[in-house]
């Protein structure tokens, strides 16, 4: 069977991906990475490679805002450089729910909201893991229909 828009694990990939736009995890800058990938066939992984990366970094900036919402300075600069940082990389990757809690996250601070800001940091924790969850079979689907679709064009 020649891969093509019928082909099951393709439409099963196009219901996942609807699915994360319609219910506001991802926007289009995520179908940009999943462009730039299929313009680059010699990085078939790069969209997992990049959400990969953002998980791993995200991670590492949600514990950073944790720590220092724990002991808060008197200096709020270097916390919120790191948010401003993590705004822009979900917003990067089309991680548009991560990226409106970050933004309520800049409000608290901004307000000087302390303990609303520790909230809103649970918030991107369950925001992200959640994205994070959901990605995970996305790309297993994904590896799947790449997979056959490299045994099919090795045969013909």
Not at 13 to 24: F, P, T
Not at 88 to 101: C, D, H, L, P, Q
Request: glycine fraction near 4%; charge should be negative.
């Amino acid at each position: 069977m020649e891969p093509n828009s019928t082909d099951p694990l393709r439409e099963q990939l196009a219901i996942m991906r609807n699915s994360l736009l319609d219910e506001k995890m991802l926007d289009i800058h995520f179908r940009l990475l999943e462009t730039l990938e299929l313009e680059n066939k010699e990085k078939p992984n790069f969209v997992e490679d990049t959400m990969n990366m953002y998980f791993e970094s995200s991670a590492e900036k949600i514990a950073i805002f944790e720590d220092a919402l724990e002991n808060p300075p008197s200096d709020f600069s270097d916390l919120k450089r790191h948010i401003y940082q993590f705004k822009g990389s979900s917003g990067s990757v089309g991680a548009i729910k991560v990226m409106n809690e970050v933004v309520r996250l800049i409000e608290c601070i901004d307000k000087g909201d302390i303990e609303g800001a520790k909230i809103v940091v649970q918030h991107i924790k369950k925001e992200r893991d959640t994205l994070e969850g959901r990605l995970e079979p996305y790309f297993q689907v994904s590896f799947r229909s790449n997979y056959q679709k490299s045994i099919f064009d090795s045969l013909y």
